[in-house]
């Protein structure tokens, strides 16, 4: 693409395809090595990181549909990757958690993640990373605030 096209500099543009971009090379990886779509292992971040959440609460935090999200506990159960508990403050819902299995494989990922994002950063010093995670953050707050 020439940078002389306006989507060369329209950020919306640039952040749908680069986080495509990423999200593939994440699945592949994924996919290939674990049996797990994006969605998925999502799901197991955000559980592996919060120890237990609603099924609202991951559709909040992973910025997902709620379709999207669940299916991929769906199929999360019943890989018995996670457990489904009644909510008691609230009947209505229900508790996510990772189980035993699910934990085990989130340890086994998580170091593959961060290296892989390792690789995709690696032609970034480290003031570029800080800058760049704070105005993802600045962009994410103004587009859903």
Same mark, same amino acid.
């Given at each position: 693409?020439?940078?002389?096209?306006?989507?060369?500099?329209?950020?919306?543009? #640039?952040?749908?395809?680069?986080?495509n971009?990423?999200? !593939? &090379?994440?699945?592949?990886?994924?996919?290939? /090595?674990?049996?797990l779509?994006i969605?998925?292992? /999502?799901?197991?971040?955000?559980?592996?990181?919060?120890? !237990?959440?609603?099924? /609202?609460e #991951? *559709?909040?935090?992973?910025v997902?549909?709620?379709v999207?999200?669940?299916?991929?506990?769906?199929?999360?159960?019943?890989?018995? #990757?996670?457990?489904?508990?009644?909510? &008691?403050?609230?009947g209505?819902?229900?508790m996510?958690? =990772?189980? %035993?299995?699910g934990?085990?494989?989130?340890?086994?990922i998580?170091p #593959?993640?961060l290296? =892989?994002? !390792? /690789?995709? =950063?690696?032609?970034?010093?480290?003031?570029?990373r800080?800058?760049?995670?704070? %105005? =993802?953050?600045?962009i994410?707050e103004?587009? *859903?605030?």
């Open positions: 693409m020439s940078e002389t096209t306006r989507l060369a500099r329209f950020v919306p543009y #640039l952040l749908s395809i680069t986080s971009a990423v999200s !593939e &090379r994440i699945a592949r990886e994924y996919h290939s /090595r674990f049996g779509k969605a998925e292992w /999502r799901i197991m971040a955000v559980l592996g990181d919060t120890g !237990e959440a609603t099924q /609202r #991951l *559709t909040e935090l992973t997902m549909d709620k999207a999200v669940n299916r991929a506990v769906k199929a999360l159960a019943e890989r018995g #990757l996670v457990d489904r508990a009644p909510n &008691r403050s609230d209505r819902s229900h996510l958690e =990772l189980t %035993a299995t934990r085990e494989l989130h340890d086994e998580l #593959l993640a290296g =892989l994002e !390792e /690789r995709m =950063l690696d032609g970034l010093d480290g003031p570029e800080e800058a760049l995670v704070s %105005a =993802l953050a600045k994410r103004a587009a *859903t605030g």
